[in-house]
Nanobody
């Protein structure tokens, strides 16, 4: 079972940038699709982005497309989420997760990190 640890969250002003990292251990990272999800207070967990096993395909939620970029480095067992032009509505706990399928559905992902807080001030 792969274990995941997110880092890189913090407080940033609107228009700023953050880069989240997801470190994987205990499994072969390249065997899995990696996704990023987020959950704001009082809201359900929502899909942000996903990247296929070798990184050749990506998908984004409409709300982040053009601002966020998902990537992975299988040689380092790591994934990333570059977030630019952040908005207050991006404030949430961000989670990375892995799945055996290329999906935007949270239930398709079987291993999750503990999350990292991103707060965007206006």
């Amino acid at each position: 079972q792969v274990q995941l640890v997110e880092s890189g969250g913090g407080l940033v002003q609107a228009g700023g940038s953050l880069r989240l990292s997801c470190a994987a251990s205990g499994g072969t990272f390249s065997n899995y699709v990696m996704g990023w999800f987020r959950q704001a207070p009082g809201k359900e967990r929502e899909f942000v982005a996903t990247i296929a096993w070798s990184g050749g395909s990506t998908m984004y939620a409409g709300s982040v497309k053009g601002r966020f970029t998902i990537s992975r480095d299988n040689s380092k067992n790591a994934g990333y989420l570059q977030m630019n032009n952040l908005k207050p509505e991006d404030t949430a706990v961000y989670y990375c997760a892995v799945s055996n399928s290329y999906s935007v559905v949270p239930n398709a992902y079987h291993s999750w990190g503990q999350g990292t807080q991103v707060t965007v001030s206006s």
